[in-house]
């Protein structure tokens, strides 16, 4: 089967540095994304990565190894509003993304 | 531009009634897809469109339809909505061109309550 694994929560201090993790086994890769979602409202893109090695956004990065079939998303100088669930989805064979269930990120003062 | 729709926001259903969420793009996507979020799990996929005319089943079909008549609108269909349908559903769409990530974009989401 398909599996997209990721903490369920994580819990950081504002203006420092968290590493949110993702493995994944899947029938095929086609790229990776990262997704914000703050509570009751819609997924937000964050980054895509299908080549291994980091891609770097402003205060957000992304990693992926994928002999190891793990990415990670970095996020630096942390904020209050990056208080928030991340979402890991992998593209399969078929071109569908499949998603973990997400890690809720604390952000505390 | 206001990029992906959903209407309603929210709907209280009583079991056994009919329903169609609406959703509707303006950033001529030709992929569109409809997922259903529920505590705990991730996204998961009831049935996409790669073009208009072509509909395809996700991961989670069984009580819903879909159809694609054009390419800016992608309407779901409960036809005997029941309680385990309860849950928040997201439209989403891609550029499928080949070009470029194929990035998917949500729309704001319908909170449905089956009762």
């Known amino acids: 089967g398909q599996n997209i694994d990721q903490p369920t929560e994580m819990t950081a201090t504002e203006g420092a540095i968290v590493q949110i993790n993702c493995t994944y086994q899947?029938?095929?890769?086609?790229?990776l994304f990262w997704y914000q979602q703050h509570a009751g409202e819609a997924p937000t893109f964050l980054s895509y990565?299908?080549l291994d090695g980091l891609e770097e956004k402003g205060r957000f990065s992304s990693f992926l190894s994928r002999s190891k079939g793990y990415s990670y998303l970095l996020l630096k100088e942390l904020q209050m509003k990056d208080s928030a669930s991340y979402l890991c989805?992998?593209?399969?064979?078929?071109?569908?993304?499949?998603w973990g269930a997400g890690t809720k990120l604390i952000i505390k003062p | 531009i206001a990029g992906i729709t959903q209407a309603p926001t929210s709907q209280i259903l009583a079991a056994g009634r009919r329903m169609t969420l609406r959703c509707t793009q303006d950033m001529r996507h030709n992929a569109m897809y409809w997922y259903r979020q529920d505590l705990g799990l991730g996204l998961r996929l009831i049935h996409y469109?790669?073009?208009?005319?072509?509909?395809g089943k996700g991961e989670v079909p069984d009580g819903y339809s879909v159809s694609r008549a054009n390419t800016d609108d992608f309407p779901l269909t409960l036809a005997s909505a029941v309680p385990s349908q309860t849950s928040v559903y997201f439209c989403?769409?891609?550029?499928?061109?080949?070009?470029?990530?194929?990035?998917?974009?949500f729309g704001p989401g319908t909170r449905l309550t089956v009762l």
């Open positions: 990565n299908v």
């Open positions: 989805a992998v593209k399969d064979s078929n071109y569908q993304l499949i």
């Open positions: 899947t029938s095929g890769f086609n790229g």
């Open positions: 989403a769409s891609s550029d499928r061109s080949g070009s470029g990530t194929d990035t998917q974009y």
């Open positions: 469109s790669n073009t208009a005319g072509t509909t």
